[in-house]
């Protein structure tokens, strides 16, 4: 995992400085990794968020193999950010989410997938949803309790049946830029998987993720590792305005 100009915090003290003057903002090639972030910011934030994700996969797995994970994982290793958690994690990046909720990180868990399935269950003490986009219920939550929101790059391309090749899915990509996804007061922070692998390439991944980036944000956010100049939410800037 890399970290840019919104997350490169090297201390508890600069986290939380980060999270008042703007959001905590990480970037992953693997889906997985997400779950470090979302760990780390609950407890030292001390929020219990809803997850918001967006990804072309579910990325839920099988209780079974969740509970083997957990076998393995002791108490102390539940009350620290133990990177054993990390590396157990499925490659397949089938684990995070349940893993997540297990641990108590989260909530409640909104998936907004391409993987068109409308489930509706608990794991541990969390409710988990799948969406095939987002609706009006789940943008008015955002709009009163803390949420961390997901974003797996690979959610605004689709497999071409022809050519087994990725493709970007334009009005999909629109449809996301247009949607209100931001509400300051309750976001927590950003995480965001590249998953070149799903996208065509990281190319066509960090196309898509610049996009994104200036709707949300004044700057680019990962210009200066240093944190010499914050890059701040759109959505402060034209209140401010």
């Not at 201390?11 to 970037?27: F, N, Q």
């Not at 931001?182 to 991944?205: D, K």
Request: charged share 30%; hydrophobic share 40%.
């Amino acid at each position: 995992m890399f970290y840019g100009s919104l997350s490169n915090y090297d201390s508890i003290d600069t986290l939380k400085e980060i999270a008042i003057k703007s959001k905590p903002v990480s970037m992953s090639f693997d889906h997985r990794l997400a779950l470090t972030s979302w760990f780390l910011w609950e407890r030292v934030l001390n929020k219990h968020p809803n997850l918001i994700t967006f990804d072309a996969h579910r990325d839920l797995t099988e209780e079974n193999e969740l509970k083997r994970i957990m076998k393995q994982i002791d108490s102390s290793s539940m009350k620290t950010l133990d990177p054993c958690i990390f590396e157990m994690l499925d490659r397949r990046n089938d684990t995070h989410i349940n893993m997540a909720c297990n641990l108590g990180v989260l909530k409640n868990v909104f998936v907004i997938s391409n993987d068109l399935s409308d489930d509706d269950y608990c794991i541990h003490k969390s409710r988990v949803r799948v969406f095939d986009d987002l609706v009006d219920s789940i943008i008015s939550i955002m709009s009163k309790e803390d949420y961390i929101l997901d974003i797996d790059l690979d959610y605004f391309f689709d497999k071409s049946d022809d050519t087994n090749l990725f493709c970007l899915n334009e009005s999909r990509l629109q449809s996301f830029l247009e949607k209100k996804l931001v509400f300051p007061n309750n976001l927590v922070g950003i995480t965001v998987a590249i998953e070149p692998r799903y996208c065509g390439g990281i190319v066509n991944a960090i196309r898509v993720y610049e996009k994104i980036e200036h709707k949300i944000f004044n700057m680019p956010v990962f210009r200066d590792y240093y944190q010499e100049e914050l890059a701040v939410l759109n959505e402060v800037v034209n209140k401010k305005n």
